[in-house]
Protein backbone atom coordinates (compact mmCIF):
# COMPACT_ATOMS: atom_id res chain seq x y z
CA UNK A 1 0.00 0.00 0.00
CA UNK A 2 1.00 3.34 -0.72
CA UNK A 3 2.90 5.58 2.02
CA UNK A 4 4.70 8.35 0.61
CA UNK A 5 3.93 12.09 0.42
CA UNK A 6 4.93 15.49 -0.14
CA UNK A 7 8.15 16.27 1.17
CA UNK A 8 9.15 12.92 2.63
CA UNK A 9 10.72 9.99 1.60
CA UNK A 10 8.16 7.28 2.97
CA UNK A 11 6.09 9.56 5.41
CA UNK A 12 2.92 8.03 7.14
CA UNK A 13 -0.39 7.06 5.37
CA UNK A 14 -3.46 9.74 4.64
CA UNK A 15 -5.75 7.35 6.53
CA UNK A 16 -8.82 9.56 5.08
CA UNK A 17 -7.64 9.11 0.98
CA UNK A 18 -6.46 5.47 2.13
CA UNK A 19 -9.84 4.53 3.50
CA UNK A 20 -11.94 6.57 -0.24
CA UNK A 21 -9.27 3.87 -1.91
CA UNK A 22 -9.95 1.14 -0.20
CA UNK A 23 -13.52 1.91 -0.52
CA UNK A 24 -13.60 2.64 -3.99
CA UNK A 25 -11.15 0.11 -5.65
CA UNK A 26 -11.04 -3.65 -6.23
CA UNK A 27 -9.15 -5.35 -3.32
CA UNK A 28 -6.59 -6.51 -6.48
CA UNK A 29 -6.03 -3.24 -7.75
CA UNK A 30 -5.78 -1.13 -4.19
CA UNK A 31 -3.21 -3.77 -2.95
CA UNK A 32 -1.18 -2.36 -5.94
CA UNK A 33 -1.13 1.12 -5.24
CA UNK A 34 2.54 2.59 -5.15
CA UNK A 35 2.18 5.66 -4.02
CA UNK A 36 -0.11 9.11 -3.92
CA UNK A 37 1.05 12.48 -3.14
CA UNK A 38 -0.89 15.88 -3.35
CA UNK A 39 0.14 18.50 -6.69
CA UNK A 40 -1.54 21.06 -8.73
CA UNK A 41 -2.64 19.46 -11.56
CA UNK A 42 -2.93 20.31 -15.39
CA UNK A 43 -4.29 19.22 -18.18
CA UNK A 44 -6.66 19.99 -21.31
CA UNK A 45 -10.08 19.55 -18.85
CA UNK A 46 -7.88 20.60 -15.50
CA UNK A 47 -6.71 23.99 -14.96
CA UNK A 48 -4.32 24.29 -11.99
CA UNK A 49 -6.57 22.33 -9.28
CA UNK A 50 -4.92 21.34 -6.16
CA UNK A 51 -5.80 17.17 -5.93
CA UNK A 52 -4.25 13.86 -5.00
CA UNK A 53 -1.93 12.20 -7.92
CA UNK A 54 -2.39 8.30 -7.25
CA UNK A 55 -0.19 5.57 -8.65
CA UNK A 56 0.05 2.58 -9.50
CA UNK A 57 1.92 -0.26 -10.83
CA UNK A 58 -0.28 0.15 -14.05
CA UNK A 59 -2.42 3.68 -14.40
CA UNK A 60 -2.06 6.80 -12.58
CA UNK A 61 -5.22 8.59 -11.34
CA UNK A 62 -6.48 11.74 -9.99
CA UNK A 63 -8.80 12.52 -7.36
CA UNK A 64 -10.04 15.78 -5.29
CA UNK A 65 -8.53 17.18 -2.19
CA UNK A 66 -10.19 15.71 -0.38
CA UNK A 67 -11.25 12.96 -2.44
CA UNK A 68 -14.83 12.71 -4.15
CA UNK A 69 -14.44 10.79 -7.13
CA UNK A 70 -11.71 8.63 -8.82
CA UNK A 71 -10.81 9.56 -12.05
CA UNK A 72 -8.07 7.81 -14.56
CA UNK A 73 -5.24 10.20 -16.16
CA UNK A 74 -3.33 7.86 -18.18
CA UNK A 75 -2.52 4.20 -18.25
CA UNK A 76 1.77 3.34 -18.78
CA UNK A 77 0.89 1.96 -21.93
CA UNK A 78 0.03 4.77 -23.51
CA UNK A 79 3.03 7.09 -21.85
CA UNK A 80 5.54 8.18 -24.58
CA UNK A 81 7.73 10.51 -21.96
CA UNK A 82 8.45 11.55 -18.98
CA UNK A 83 9.82 14.34 -17.58
CA UNK A 84 11.40 17.43 -15.05
CA UNK A 85 10.52 20.76 -16.47
CA UNK A 86 12.83 23.88 -15.65
CA UNK A 87 10.47 26.32 -15.35
CA UNK A 88 9.22 29.05 -12.85
CA UNK A 89 5.42 28.39 -12.97
CA UNK A 90 3.66 31.73 -13.20
CA UNK A 91 0.57 30.99 -11.02
CA UNK A 92 2.85 30.21 -8.25
CA UNK A 93 4.40 32.92 -6.25
CA UNK A 94 7.15 33.40 -3.37
CA UNK A 95 9.20 29.72 -2.24
CA UNK A 96 6.34 27.74 -3.92
CA UNK A 97 7.69 29.05 -6.95
CA UNK A 98 11.20 28.26 -6.66
CA UNK A 99 10.58 24.85 -4.75
CA UNK A 100 8.22 23.54 -7.55
CA UNK A 101 8.79 20.54 -9.40
CA UNK A 102 7.25 20.92 -12.73
CA UNK A 103 6.45 16.70 -14.32
CA UNK A 104 5.67 16.75 -17.71
CA UNK A 105 3.74 13.28 -18.64
CA UNK A 106 3.14 12.91 -22.46
CA UNK A 107 1.28 10.15 -23.60
CA UNK A 108 -1.18 8.68 -26.47
CA UNK A 109 -5.01 9.47 -26.43
CA UNK A 110 -7.53 8.34 -29.06
CA UNK A 111 -10.23 10.79 -26.73
CA UNK A 112 -11.32 13.74 -28.78
CA UNK A 113 -9.24 17.10 -28.31
CA UNK A 114 -10.60 20.00 -26.30
CA UNK A 115 -11.48 22.13 -29.61
CA UNK A 116 -14.26 19.00 -30.17
CA UNK A 117 -15.76 19.95 -26.66
CA UNK A 118 -15.12 24.09 -27.05
CA UNK A 119 -17.56 22.88 -29.97
CA UNK A 120 -19.99 22.03 -27.98
CA UNK A 121 -19.86 24.91 -25.24
CA UNK A 122 -20.13 27.34 -27.92
CA UNK A 123 -23.92 25.92 -28.94
CA UNK A 124 -24.71 26.28 -25.48
CA UNK A 125 -25.81 29.77 -26.45
CA UNK A 126 -28.11 28.51 -28.26
CA UNK A 127 -30.77 26.92 -25.83
CA UNK A 128 -28.33 23.89 -25.33
CA UNK A 129 -28.33 22.52 -22.06
CA UNK A 130 -24.74 22.95 -20.07
CA UNK A 131 -22.78 19.85 -20.80
CA UNK A 132 -19.26 18.94 -19.14
CA UNK A 133 -16.55 17.78 -21.76
CA UNK A 134 -15.78 14.68 -19.30
CA UNK A 135 -19.24 13.27 -20.94
CA UNK A 136 -16.56 11.52 -23.84
CA UNK A 137 -13.55 10.69 -21.79
CA UNK A 138 -13.92 8.00 -19.44
CA UNK A 139 -16.94 8.57 -16.85
CA UNK A 140 -15.94 7.59 -12.91
CA UNK A 141 -18.45 6.72 -10.37
CA UNK A 142 -19.05 8.71 -7.42
CA UNK A 143 -19.24 7.25 -3.71
CA UNK A 144 -22.82 6.60 -4.05
CA UNK A 145 -22.40 4.53 -6.86
CA UNK A 146 -24.20 6.88 -9.68
CA UNK A 147 -21.80 8.29 -12.55
CA UNK A 148 -20.29 11.88 -12.28
CA UNK A 149 -17.98 13.48 -14.62
CA UNK A 150 -14.46 14.62 -13.72
CA UNK A 151 -13.91 17.86 -13.55
CA UNK A 152 -13.56 20.27 -16.94
CA UNK A 153 -11.05 23.55 -17.26
CA UNK A 154 -14.01 25.92 -16.03
CA UNK A 155 -14.60 24.23 -12.71
CA UNK A 156 -12.49 25.00 -10.05
CA UNK A 157 -12.75 23.51 -7.02
CA UNK A 158 -12.62 25.26 -3.67
CA UNK A 159 -9.73 24.23 -1.29
CA UNK A 160 -10.96 22.72 1.96
CA UNK A 161 -11.08 25.17 5.11
CA UNK A 162 -8.82 22.74 7.20
CA UNK A 163 -5.69 21.89 5.54
CA UNK A 164 -2.76 19.16 6.50
CA UNK A 165 0.53 19.99 7.08
CA UNK A 166 1.36 19.13 3.75
CA UNK A 167 -1.10 21.49 1.80
CA UNK A 168 0.02 24.84 0.90
CA UNK A 169 -1.61 28.01 1.58
CA UNK A 170 -4.06 28.87 -1.16
CA UNK A 171 -2.64 32.25 -1.13
CA UNK A 172 0.62 31.33 -1.99
CA UNK A 173 -0.43 28.76 -4.79
CA UNK A 174 -2.12 31.18 -6.49
CA UNK A 175 -5.41 29.04 -6.98
CA UNK A 176 -8.75 30.69 -7.15
CA UNK A 177 -11.21 30.32 -4.24
CA UNK A 178 -14.65 30.69 -5.67
CA UNK A 179 -17.45 29.51 -4.26
CA UNK A 180 -19.28 26.85 -5.14
CA UNK A 181 -22.79 27.89 -6.92
CA UNK A 182 -25.88 27.84 -4.82
CA UNK A 183 -28.03 24.29 -4.68
CA UNK A 184 -31.30 24.47 -6.31
CA UNK A 185 -34.04 22.58 -5.80
CA UNK A 186 -34.65 19.57 -7.85
CA UNK A 187 -37.87 19.99 -8.53
CA UNK A 188 -37.15 23.62 -10.50
CA UNK A 189 -33.85 22.17 -11.95
CA UNK A 190 -33.38 19.16 -13.74
CA UNK A 191 -30.79 17.25 -13.39
CA UNK A 192 -28.33 15.62 -15.98
CA UNK A 193 -28.64 12.17 -14.10
CA UNK A 194 -30.82 10.33 -11.40
CA UNK A 195 -29.76 8.12 -8.76
CA UNK A 196 -30.15 5.25 -11.25
CA UNK A 197 -28.28 7.46 -14.12
CA UNK A 198 -30.94 8.68 -16.64
CA UNK A 199 -31.82 12.28 -17.06
CA UNK A 200 -34.60 13.17 -15.14
CA UNK A 201 -36.72 16.88 -15.56
CA UNK A 202 -39.79 18.99 -14.49
CA UNK A 203 -42.27 19.15 -17.45
CA UNK A 204 -43.77 22.39 -18.02
CA UNK A 205 -47.59 22.85 -17.91
CA UNK A 206 -47.82 25.08 -21.17
CA UNK A 207 -46.07 22.17 -23.16
CA UNK A 208 -48.80 19.59 -21.87
CA UNK A 209 -51.38 21.72 -22.52
CA UNK A 210 -50.34 22.15 -25.69
CA UNK A 211 -49.12 18.59 -26.60
CA UNK A 212 -45.57 19.53 -27.25
CA UNK A 213 -42.58 18.02 -26.47
CA UNK A 214 -40.59 19.25 -22.75
CA UNK A 215 -38.26 21.55 -23.83
CA UNK A 216 -36.09 20.25 -21.50
CA UNK A 217 -36.15 16.60 -22.78
CA UNK A 218 -35.92 18.39 -26.51
CA UNK A 219 -32.26 20.12 -25.74
CA UNK A 220 -31.26 17.05 -23.92
CA UNK A 221 -31.89 14.89 -27.34
CA UNK A 222 -30.30 17.65 -29.41
CA UNK A 223 -27.83 16.80 -26.97
CA UNK A 224 -27.21 13.33 -26.97
CA UNK A 225 -27.42 13.32 -30.67
CA UNK A 226 -24.62 15.73 -30.86
CA UNK A 227 -22.44 13.98 -28.30
CA UNK A 228 -22.87 11.12 -30.19
CA UNK A 229 -21.86 12.21 -33.33
CA UNK A 230 -19.32 13.41 -32.13
CA UNK A 231 -18.02 10.59 -30.43
CA UNK A 232 -18.78 8.75 -33.51
CA UNK A 233 -16.29 11.16 -36.08
CA UNK A 234 -13.53 10.31 -33.54
CA UNK A 235 -14.24 6.71 -33.39
CA UNK A 236 -14.74 6.83 -37.28
CA UNK A 237 -11.32 8.30 -37.62
CA UNK A 238 -9.21 6.30 -35.12
CA UNK A 239 -6.43 8.58 -35.10
CA UNK A 240 -4.57 8.67 -31.87
CA UNK A 241 -2.72 11.90 -30.50
CA UNK A 242 -0.59 13.31 -28.10
CA UNK A 243 -1.50 14.85 -25.11
CA UNK A 244 -0.27 16.19 -22.22
CA UNK A 245 -0.73 15.91 -18.05
CA UNK A 246 1.43 18.80 -15.88
CA UNK A 247 1.92 17.82 -12.41
CA UNK A 248 2.82 20.86 -9.90
CA UNK A 249 4.82 19.04 -6.73
CA UNK A 250 5.54 22.00 -4.26
CA UNK A 251 7.98 20.67 -2.50
CA UNK A 252 11.96 20.42 -3.77
CA UNK A 253 11.99 17.00 -2.22
CA UNK A 254 9.36 15.64 -3.48
CA UNK A 255 9.53 11.96 -5.33
CA UNK A 256 6.20 11.89 -7.47
CA UNK A 257 8.53 12.15 -10.58
CA UNK A 258 11.01 9.14 -9.26
CA UNK A 259 8.02 7.39 -8.44
CA UNK A 260 6.40 7.84 -11.84
CA UNK A 261 9.58 6.89 -13.47
CA UNK A 262 9.92 3.40 -11.75
CA UNK A 263 6.04 2.73 -12.23
CA UNK A 264 6.91 3.21 -15.98
CA UNK A 265 10.05 1.19 -15.75
CA UNK A 266 8.37 -1.79 -14.09
CA UNK A 267 5.49 -1.38 -16.16
CA UNK A 268 6.91 -1.46 -19.46
CA UNK A 269 9.19 -4.45 -18.32
CA UNK A 270 6.16 -6.71 -17.53
CA UNK A 271 4.12 -5.65 -20.06
CA UNK A 272 7.05 -6.67 -22.55
CA UNK A 273 7.81 -9.76 -21.07
CA UNK A 274 4.29 -11.21 -20.58
CA UNK A 275 4.39 -10.88 -24.88
CA UNK A 276 6.85 -13.97 -24.19
CA UNK A 277 4.49 -17.24 -24.06
CA UNK A 278 7.27 -18.67 -21.04
CA UNK A 279 7.42 -15.41 -19.06
CA UNK A 280 3.69 -15.46 -19.19
CA UNK A 281 3.06 -18.97 -18.54
CA UNK A 282 5.34 -18.52 -15.46
CA UNK A 283 3.51 -15.44 -14.44
CA UNK A 284 -0.28 -16.33 -15.63
CA UNK A 285 -1.65 -14.34 -12.68
CA UNK A 286 -1.73 -11.39 -14.20
CA UNK A 287 -1.58 -8.06 -12.42
CA UNK A 288 -3.83 -6.29 -15.34
CA UNK A 289 -7.26 -5.24 -12.95
CA UNK A 290 -9.27 -5.10 -16.18
CA UNK A 291 -8.23 -8.96 -16.95
CA UNK A 292 -11.97 -11.06 -16.98
CA UNK A 293 -10.16 -14.04 -15.60
CA UNK A 294 -7.50 -14.20 -12.46
CA UNK A 295 -6.67 -16.84 -9.96
CA UNK A 296 -8.28 -16.42 -6.05
CA UNK A 297 -5.81 -13.90 -4.34
CA UNK A 298 -4.32 -15.49 -1.37
CA UNK A 299 -4.95 -13.57 1.83
CA UNK A 300 -2.07 -11.53 3.47
CA UNK A 301 -2.05 -13.96 6.29
CA UNK A 302 -1.49 -16.94 4.26
CA UNK A 303 0.78 -14.79 2.07
CA UNK A 304 3.19 -14.43 5.35
CA UNK A 305 2.58 -17.93 6.76
CA UNK A 306 3.78 -19.75 3.50
CA UNK A 307 6.89 -17.24 3.19
CA UNK A 308 7.36 -18.58 6.93
CA UNK A 309 7.44 -22.19 6.03
CA UNK A 310 9.86 -21.41 3.07
CA UNK A 311 11.98 -19.25 4.75
CA UNK A 312 12.32 -21.56 7.32
CA UNK A 313 13.22 -24.04 5.18
CA UNK A 314 15.83 -22.33 3.33
CA UNK A 315 17.60 -21.31 6.60
CA UNK A 316 17.83 -24.50 7.94
CA UNK A 317 21.89 -25.99 8.76
CA UNK A 318 22.90 -28.80 6.36
CA UNK A 319 20.63 -27.90 3.56
CA UNK A 320 21.94 -29.93 0.20
CA UNK A 321 22.45 -28.13 -3.47
CA UNK A 322 19.63 -29.21 -4.79
CA UNK A 323 17.18 -28.99 -2.39
CA UNK A 324 18.20 -25.77 -1.84
CA UNK A 325 17.62 -25.21 -5.97
CA UNK A 326 14.10 -26.59 -5.82
CA UNK A 327 13.30 -24.15 -3.00
CA UNK A 328 14.69 -20.92 -4.54
CA UNK A 329 12.74 -22.10 -7.61
CA UNK A 330 9.76 -22.21 -5.64
CA UNK A 331 10.32 -18.80 -3.97
CA UNK A 332 11.20 -17.29 -7.24
CA UNK A 333 8.03 -18.60 -8.87
CA UNK A 334 6.01 -17.12 -5.84
CA UNK A 335 7.48 -14.02 -6.17
CA UNK A 336 6.30 -13.43 -9.96
CA UNK A 337 2.86 -14.03 -8.96
CA UNK A 338 2.66 -12.35 -5.44
CA UNK A 339 3.88 -9.01 -4.72
CA UNK A 340 2.95 -8.97 -1.00
CA UNK A 341 5.84 -11.72 -0.17
CA UNK A 342 8.07 -9.37 -2.27
CA UNK A 343 6.91 -6.76 0.74
CA UNK A 344 7.71 -9.36 3.38
CA UNK A 345 10.92 -10.61 1.65
CA UNK A 346 12.64 -7.21 2.86
CA UNK A 347 10.93 -7.08 6.51
CA UNK A 348 13.36 -9.23 7.54
CA UNK A 349 16.96 -9.84 7.11
CA UNK A 350 17.51 -13.59 7.01
CA UNK A 351 16.44 -14.55 3.69
CA UNK A 352 18.31 -11.93 1.99
CA UNK A 353 21.19 -11.92 3.62
CA UNK A 354 21.38 -15.94 3.07
CA UNK A 355 20.81 -14.99 -0.78
CA UNK A 356 23.53 -13.15 -0.84
CA UNK A 357 25.74 -15.29 1.06
CA UNK A 358 25.12 -18.24 -1.14
CA UNK A 359 25.61 -16.15 -4.05
CA UNK A 360 29.44 -15.15 -2.83
CA UNK A 361 30.35 -18.86 -1.98
CA UNK A 362 28.75 -20.72 -5.22
CA UNK A 363 30.46 -17.91 -7.16
CA UNK A 364 33.56 -16.94 -5.93
CA UNK A 365 34.34 -19.62 -2.83
CA UNK A 366 34.06 -22.70 -4.82
CA UNK A 367 35.70 -22.32 -8.35
CA UNK A 368 37.98 -24.95 -9.84
CA UNK A 369 41.67 -25.53 -10.17
CA UNK A 370 41.08 -24.49 -13.64
CA UNK A 371 38.70 -21.07 -12.31
CA UNK A 372 36.06 -21.67 -14.27
CA UNK A 373 32.88 -22.69 -13.05
CA UNK A 374 31.06 -26.01 -12.61
CA UNK A 375 27.66 -25.85 -13.88
CA UNK A 376 26.05 -26.37 -10.41
CA UNK A 377 27.61 -23.51 -9.35
CA UNK A 378 26.50 -21.16 -12.29
CA UNK A 379 22.98 -22.85 -12.06
CA UNK A 380 22.92 -21.84 -8.59
CA UNK A 381 24.12 -18.87 -8.79
CA UNK A 382 21.59 -17.39 -11.96
CA UNK A 383 19.12 -18.72 -10.00
CA UNK A 384 20.20 -16.61 -6.81
CA UNK A 385 20.43 -13.43 -9.27
CA UNK A 386 16.92 -13.66 -10.44
CA UNK A 387 15.11 -14.10 -7.23
CA UNK A 388 17.18 -11.13 -5.89
CA UNK A 389 15.77 -8.94 -8.96
CA UNK A 390 12.20 -10.08 -8.62
CA UNK A 391 12.67 -9.03 -4.94
CA UNK A 392 13.48 -5.43 -5.93
CA UNK A 393 10.70 -5.35 -8.82
CA UNK A 394 7.58 -2.99 -7.69
CA UNK A 395 9.39 -2.64 -4.56
CA UNK A 396 10.09 0.56 -4.10
CA UNK A 397 8.12 2.39 -1.91
CA UNK A 398 8.77 -0.32 1.05
CA UNK A 399 10.45 1.26 3.80
CA UNK A 400 11.50 -1.76 4.89
CA UNK A 401 13.79 -2.17 1.68
CA UNK A 402 16.06 1.12 2.43
CA UNK A 403 16.39 -0.01 5.96
CA UNK A 404 17.81 -3.14 5.03
CA UNK A 405 20.11 -1.97 1.90
CA UNK A 406 21.22 0.98 4.12
CA UNK A 407 22.20 -0.53 7.43
CA UNK A 408 25.76 -0.43 8.60
CA UNK A 409 26.31 1.89 5.83
CA UNK A 410 25.24 0.20 3.15
CA UNK A 411 27.08 -3.25 3.98
CA UNK A 412 24.67 -5.59 2.69
CA UNK A 413 24.49 -3.62 -0.41
CA UNK A 414 27.83 -3.71 -1.00
CA UNK A 415 28.19 -7.70 -0.50
CA UNK A 416 25.45 -7.98 -2.84
CA UNK A 417 27.25 -5.97 -5.70
CA UNK A 418 30.83 -7.78 -5.23
CA UNK A 419 29.67 -10.43 -5.08
CA UNK A 420 27.12 -9.49 -8.55
CA UNK A 421 30.46 -9.29 -10.89
CA UNK A 422 32.64 -11.98 -12.16
CA UNK A 423 35.42 -11.98 -14.64
CA UNK A 424 32.96 -12.45 -17.56
CA UNK A 425 35.81 -11.90 -20.57
CA UNK A 426 38.55 -14.20 -18.88
CA UNK A 427 36.52 -17.11 -18.54
CA UNK A 428 34.54 -16.40 -21.86
CA UNK A 429 38.37 -16.37 -23.30
CA UNK A 430 39.11 -19.72 -21.47
CA UNK A 431 36.36 -21.26 -22.78
CA UNK A 432 37.59 -19.99 -26.42
CA UNK A 433 40.81 -21.16 -26.27
CA UNK A 434 40.16 -24.65 -25.05
CA UNK A 435 37.64 -25.25 -27.50
CA UNK A 436 39.87 -24.02 -30.23
CA UNK A 437 42.52 -26.12 -28.71
CA UNK A 438 40.32 -29.15 -28.16
CA UNK A 439 38.82 -28.68 -31.76
CA UNK A 440 43.04 -28.64 -33.22
CA UNK A 441 43.99 -31.42 -31.62
CA UNK A 442 41.34 -33.56 -32.13
CA UNK A 443 42.40 -33.75 -35.62
CA UNK A 444 45.56 -34.86 -34.97
CA UNK A 445 45.23 -37.30 -31.61
CA UNK A 446 41.73 -39.06 -31.29
CA UNK A 447 42.15 -39.56 -27.73
CA UNK A 448 41.80 -35.77 -27.06
CA UNK A 449 38.36 -36.33 -26.00
CA UNK A 450 38.71 -38.17 -22.91
CA UNK A 451 40.74 -35.00 -21.94
CA UNK A 452 38.09 -32.30 -22.62
CA UNK A 453 34.41 -32.22 -23.47
CA UNK A 454 33.98 -30.26 -25.88
CA UNK A 455 30.25 -29.75 -25.49
CA UNK A 456 30.75 -29.93 -21.93
CA UNK A 457 32.75 -26.47 -22.36
CA UNK A 458 30.30 -24.95 -24.71
CA UNK A 459 27.64 -25.51 -22.89
CA UNK A 460 29.42 -24.00 -19.24
CA UNK A 461 29.71 -21.14 -21.50
CA UNK A 462 25.63 -20.85 -22.41
CA UNK A 463 25.39 -21.23 -18.80
CA UNK A 464 27.68 -18.29 -18.20
CA UNK A 465 26.36 -16.00 -20.69
CA UNK A 466 23.21 -17.01 -18.67
CA UNK A 467 24.76 -15.75 -15.61
CA UNK A 468 25.66 -12.43 -17.06
CA UNK A 469 22.41 -11.12 -18.23
CA UNK A 470 21.08 -11.83 -15.22
CA UNK A 471 23.52 -10.16 -13.10
CA UNK A 472 23.28 -7.18 -15.61
CA UNK A 473 19.26 -7.31 -14.51
CA UNK A 474 19.79 -7.13 -11.05
CA UNK A 475 22.67 -4.51 -11.30
CA UNK A 476 19.97 -2.31 -13.27
CA UNK A 477 17.52 -3.12 -9.86
CA UNK A 478 20.04 -1.76 -7.74
CA UNK A 479 20.62 1.33 -9.45
CA UNK A 480 17.10 2.30 -10.44
CA UNK A 481 16.74 2.55 -6.32
CA UNK A 482 20.08 4.31 -6.78
CA UNK A 483 18.30 7.09 -8.98
CA UNK A 484 16.38 8.38 -6.28
CA UNK A 485 18.87 8.95 -4.13
CA UNK A 486 20.88 10.55 -6.60
CA UNK A 487 18.21 13.29 -6.55
CA UNK A 488 17.57 13.27 -3.07
CA UNK A 489 19.35 16.29 -0.90
CA UNK A 490 19.11 14.00 2.29
CA UNK A 491 22.31 12.40 3.70
CA UNK A 492 20.11 9.08 5.17
CA UNK A 493 19.80 7.93 1.71
CA UNK A 494 23.08 7.75 0.55
CA UNK A 495 22.51 4.83 -1.95
CA UNK A 496 23.41 6.96 -5.10
CA UNK A 497 24.03 5.57 -8.86
CA UNK A 498 27.71 7.32 -8.06
CA UNK A 499 28.23 5.31 -4.55
CA UNK A 500 26.67 1.72 -6.15
CA UNK A 501 29.64 2.47 -8.92
CA UNK A 502 32.03 3.47 -6.56
CA UNK A 503 31.69 0.49 -4.49
CA UNK A 504 32.36 -1.57 -7.59
CA UNK A 505 34.88 0.45 -9.21
CA UNK A 506 37.47 -1.21 -6.94
CA UNK A 507 36.49 -4.69 -8.25
CA UNK A 508 39.47 -6.89 -10.12
CA UNK A 509 36.64 -7.76 -12.56
CA UNK A 510 34.40 -4.66 -13.26
CA UNK A 511 35.66 -3.80 -16.12
CA UNK A 512 35.36 -6.77 -17.71
CA UNK A 513 31.80 -7.54 -16.77
CA UNK A 514 30.82 -3.90 -18.35
CA UNK A 515 33.05 -4.67 -21.39
CA UNK A 516 30.79 -8.05 -21.96
CA UNK A 517 27.27 -5.85 -21.17
CA UNK A 518 28.75 -3.13 -23.48
CA UNK A 519 30.00 -5.86 -26.64
CA UNK A 520 26.31 -7.49 -26.42
CA UNK A 521 24.40 -4.06 -27.03
CA UNK A 522 27.00 -3.94 -29.64
CA UNK A 523 26.40 -7.29 -31.12
CA UNK A 524 22.34 -7.60 -30.56
CA UNK A 525 22.20 -4.00 -33.15
CA UNK A 526 25.07 -5.15 -35.82
CA UNK A 527 23.90 -6.25 -38.77
CA UNK A 528 23.16 -9.84 -39.91
CA UNK A 529 21.69 -10.54 -36.71
CA UNK A 530 17.58 -11.69 -36.02
CA UNK A 531 15.37 -9.02 -38.14
CA UNK A 532 13.82 -9.02 -34.57
CA UNK A 533 14.17 -8.94 -31.24
CA UNK A 534 12.28 -11.36 -28.73
CA UNK A 535 10.51 -9.80 -25.14
CA UNK A 536 13.03 -10.86 -23.14
CA UNK A 537 15.89 -9.67 -25.51
CA UNK A 538 14.34 -6.46 -25.84
CA UNK A 539 13.89 -5.98 -22.31
CA UNK A 540 17.77 -7.13 -21.56
CA UNK A 541 18.75 -4.48 -24.54
CA UNK A 542 16.81 -1.86 -22.28
CA UNK A 543 18.77 -2.54 -18.75
CA UNK A 544 22.02 -2.64 -20.66
CA UNK A 545 21.45 0.45 -21.92
CA UNK A 546 20.49 2.23 -18.41
CA UNK A 547 23.59 0.79 -16.89
CA UNK A 548 25.90 1.69 -19.93
CA UNK A 549 24.43 4.95 -19.73
CA UNK A 550 25.05 5.30 -15.79
CA UNK A 551 28.41 4.37 -16.40
CA UNK A 552 29.30 7.25 -18.99
CA UNK A 553 27.49 9.51 -16.98
CA UNK A 554 27.94 8.91 -13.77
CA UNK A 555 31.77 7.16 -12.95
CA UNK A 556 34.72 9.23 -15.21
CA UNK A 557 36.93 5.85 -15.05
CA UNK A 558 34.28 3.78 -16.09
CA UNK A 559 33.39 6.11 -19.15
CA UNK A 560 36.82 6.67 -20.23
CA UNK A 561 37.09 2.72 -20.43
CA UNK A 562 33.96 2.54 -22.65
CA UNK A 563 35.49 5.51 -24.64
CA UNK A 564 38.27 4.14 -25.38
CA UNK A 565 37.60 0.36 -25.89
CA UNK A 566 34.09 1.22 -27.58
CA UNK A 567 33.66 4.55 -28.72
CA UNK A 568 34.29 3.76 -32.48
CA UNK A 569 32.23 0.19 -32.41
CA UNK A 570 29.16 2.17 -31.02
CA UNK A 571 29.97 5.34 -33.83
CA UNK A 572 30.04 3.09 -36.57
CA UNK A 573 28.00 -0.48 -35.58
CA UNK A 574 25.44 1.18 -33.74
CA UNK A 575 22.64 2.68 -35.73
CA UNK A 576 19.04 4.08 -34.61
CA UNK A 577 17.62 2.83 -37.57
CA UNK A 578 18.93 -0.53 -37.42
CA UNK A 579 17.82 -0.67 -33.77
CA UNK A 580 14.43 0.83 -34.91
CA UNK A 581 13.88 -2.18 -37.22
CA UNK A 582 15.26 -4.84 -34.49
CA UNK A 583 12.51 -3.35 -32.06
CA UNK A 584 9.11 -4.32 -32.89
CA UNK A 585 6.69 -1.23 -32.11
CA UNK A 586 4.31 -2.90 -30.25
CA UNK A 587 6.63 -3.86 -27.64
CA UNK A 588 6.33 -1.24 -24.79
CA UNK A 589 9.72 -0.65 -23.97
CA UNK A 590 10.86 0.00 -27.57
CA UNK A 591 10.53 3.14 -27.70
CA UNK A 592 11.87 3.93 -24.47
CA UNK A 593 14.98 2.02 -25.37
CA UNK A 594 15.43 3.61 -28.33
CA UNK A 595 15.66 7.17 -26.25
CA UNK A 596 18.01 5.43 -24.19
CA UNK A 597 20.30 4.49 -27.37
CA UNK A 598 19.77 8.42 -28.64
CA UNK A 599 21.70 9.29 -25.31
CA UNK A 600 24.39 6.94 -25.72
CA UNK A 601 25.49 7.43 -29.06
CA UNK A 602 25.62 11.12 -27.86
CA UNK A 603 27.77 10.72 -25.47
CA UNK A 604 30.28 8.50 -27.65
CA UNK A 605 29.97 10.81 -30.15
CA UNK A 606 31.13 14.08 -27.62
CA UNK A 607 34.53 15.00 -27.74
CA UNK A 608 36.70 14.64 -24.84
CA UNK A 609 37.14 18.39 -23.39
CA UNK A 610 32.70 18.52 -24.00
CA UNK A 611 32.48 14.80 -22.20
CA UNK A 612 34.64 15.98 -19.17
CA UNK A 613 32.31 19.01 -18.49
CA UNK A 614 29.46 16.41 -18.97
CA UNK A 615 30.55 14.52 -16.24
CA UNK A 616 31.16 17.77 -13.98
CA UNK A 617 27.34 18.32 -14.62
CA UNK A 618 26.35 14.85 -14.27
CA UNK A 619 28.10 13.44 -11.62
CA UNK A 620 25.46 13.02 -9.09
CA UNK A 621 23.07 10.63 -11.45
CA UNK A 622 20.74 10.26 -14.19
Known amino acids: MARTGSGALLSRRNIKLDSFLKRNMERMVYERIRAYEPCVVKSETINKVYMHVVLSDERVYLTEYPPRTLTEAFCFR ?272 EVCVFLVQTLEESLHGCQSLSGIHTEDQLLL ?5 QTLAVMFRETDVEPARLNLLSAKKGSLTSRMLLALICDAELQTQNLADCEVSCSLLTLILLFIESVVNVSLLRQLQALLAEYLDAACSLLFEILLSGHEASRCSSADNFLSVGWILGVLQPHPHLLSFISYQAQQVVLVLSDGQESFLSPFQSVLLFQRCRLLLACLQSNSQLAQHLQIHFREEFRYSVKLVCAQEKLPPHYPISRPTLRLLQQILTLFCTDNHTQRHMHLQLKTGL
Open 381 to 385: STLVV
Open 78 to 349: DVQDIELVNDLPDFLRGKDRELCQHIRVTYITEKPAARGRDWLRRDRRVGLPPRRPSLYPTITHTLEGYPEHSPSGEEVYMLPPTRSASCPNPETLGLLRVPHPPTQSVSTTPSLYSPTGSPTSSPSSSNHRLNLPDTGQLQRRIGSVLSRLLRRDCANSGEEREAELHLYAISHTSRLYLRIQSSWNSFIIRSTLLLDTLFRGRCSASSDSSSTKQLPAISCERTAHLFGQLSSELLQEGIGVERLYLLLQELRTAAHHNIALRRLFWKTS
